[in-house]
């Protein structure tokens, strides 16, 4: 005779299973970027792998402008127009928002090409960085079209799946192209630019197999809820936001450029790979908040406030289950943790516990500038993000000079806890009963 579960531990299951399945995406990344980085390093060797490193840093960038925040946008646009039978109001939010991220992203592809060779003369200083940076041009488009993709699948609530196409598959499949014998700089950009595209691919079968949803439906909507009202159009919701996504990718490195010019090159290394373990903690927090963002989002176009704050409570005690016990080891065990990495990355251990309490604030008040943006607030969080960029700067010039990498890991810490404590204070003040 088998026994039958209870009803708590398949609540538990449905409520916390797909946060699990993002996060073995998400893990599934890591997975795949360290082995890239570790074997393409070891391929190239030092000179071809800065110039890889290079690109992966450019094609991040540009493919975050390409991508003009449509791609968040989109998610709250599905999401919140499905939950009100607006089938074919959806459909057209994505159709535009892919026909603009297709755009912005073959005009900054030209861009890049046509001034690959002045950058490298001027910006870079190394004329022979041209050609890697004209090779690289090849995955902005597709890169931006895959993460595009796999926030639509994210809109439709489909969240390992977006975590999968945009996250996952990629670094895996450039990987395994590695793995195959691909060892020269030209060739790993080209497969670069082909695991993007079969990402992509993979997300529009997926997309396609949903297609069923993009018709209108009957709900019953109450005559206060904001559903009762048309949403903006898509590039309102996803202007503000574009500032957000540019300045959240850049201001992490900010630290690590200042202390690369005050700093000696064993602590911008060794601060550098402890900022990378502390960044586990915001993986564990976006992987949770990615899944939730479209229910937050469905949830407030249908003026569901009690079920809004409920969902809102699970999320940040999911974030905290997940992710204190991962800056418990980082705070308790600083040194081990760095040892593990490789012998002398031990000097950044005091960073790492700085870093640690930075993420620990966000852990205990996460993903609330997920619920600002799916709830229509992108202007509230653009201006909480530019007071970051400002708060940051100030203390990377005043910090930094003197005290070296604990500065930079004391100003990457107020920044991570600066967004967490701002968010939840908006939240808090625009909708209290989200909270």
């Known amino acids: 005779m088998t026994a039958t579960p209870s009803p708590s531990f398949v609540t538990l299951v449905r409520t916390y299973g797909t946060y699990a399945g993002a996060m073995m995406a998400r893990g599934l990344e890591l997975v795949g970027k360290l082995g890239l980085y570790m074997l393409g390093a070891r391929a190239l060797g030092v000179h071809d792998s800065g110039y890889f490193f290079l690109c992966l840093t450019v094609v991040g960038v540009l493919a975050t402008v390409s991508r003009g925040g449509f791609e968040r946008a989109v998610v709250r646009h599905l999401a919140a127009e499905l939950a009100v039978g607006k089938g074919r109001a959806a459909g057209h939010a994505f159709l535009v928002g892919l026909g603009a991220v297709l755009g912005l992203g073959l005009a900054v592809t030209a861009l890049t090409a046509a001034f690959a060779q ?29 993460y595009f993709i796999g926030n639509a699948l994210l809109g439709l609530h489909k969240g390992a799946a977006g975590q999968l196409v ?45 297609r069923h949803r993009f018709v209108d439906t009957h709900t019953d909507t109450p005559p206060g809820a904001p559903g009762a009202a048309p949403l903006p159009a898509l590039w309102r919701t996803a202007a503000p936001l574009s500032v957000v996504e540019i300045v959240q990718i850049l201001l ?10 005050f700093g000696l090159p064993a602590q911008v290394g060794a601060f550098s790979v402890a900022n990378r373990i502390s960044m586990l903690v915001w993986v564990v927090s976006t992987s949770i908040g990615s899944v939730a963002a479209p229910s937050f989002a469905a949830r407030h176009r249908q003026g569901q406030w009690t079920e809004l704050r409920q969902l809102n409570r699970r999320v940040r005690l999911a974030v905290a289950v997940f992710g204190t016990p991962v800056v418990a080891v980082m705070v308790l065990a600083p040194a081990q943790v760095l040892h593990l990495v490789g012998p002398g990355f031990e000097i950044a251990a005091t960073a790492l516990v700085i870093l640690g309490v930075g993420q620990l604030v966000y852990c205990l008040l996460p993903c609330q500038e997920i619920v600002l943006a799916m709830a229509g607030h992108g202007s509230v969080l653009r201006w909480l993000t530019l007071a970051q960029t400002v708060v940051c700067g100030a203390l990377c010039v005043l910090l930094i000079p003197p005290f070296g990498m604990i500065g930079a890991a004391i100003a990457t810490a107020v920044f991570a806890a600066q967004l967490a404590i701002g968010a939840s204070l908006m939240v808090r003040r625009l909708m209290p009963q989200a909270f």
């Open 118 to 146: 002045p950058l490298a003369d001027y910006v870079f200083r190394d004329p022979e960085a041209a050609r890697p940076l004209l090779l690289s041009t090849l995955v902005i488009l597709p890169q931006a079209a895959c």
């Open 166 to 210: 945009q996250n996952g598959l990629w670094p895996v499949l450039t990987l395994a192209a590695v793995v195959a014998g691909v060892t020269s700089l030209d060739g790993l950009l080209y497969a670069l630019a082909g695991a993007n595209v079969a990402a992509t691919v993979v997300g529009a079968v997926l997309l396609f197999r949903e």
């Open 252 to 261: 992490p490195s900010l630290p690590v450029l200042l202390l690369a010019t």
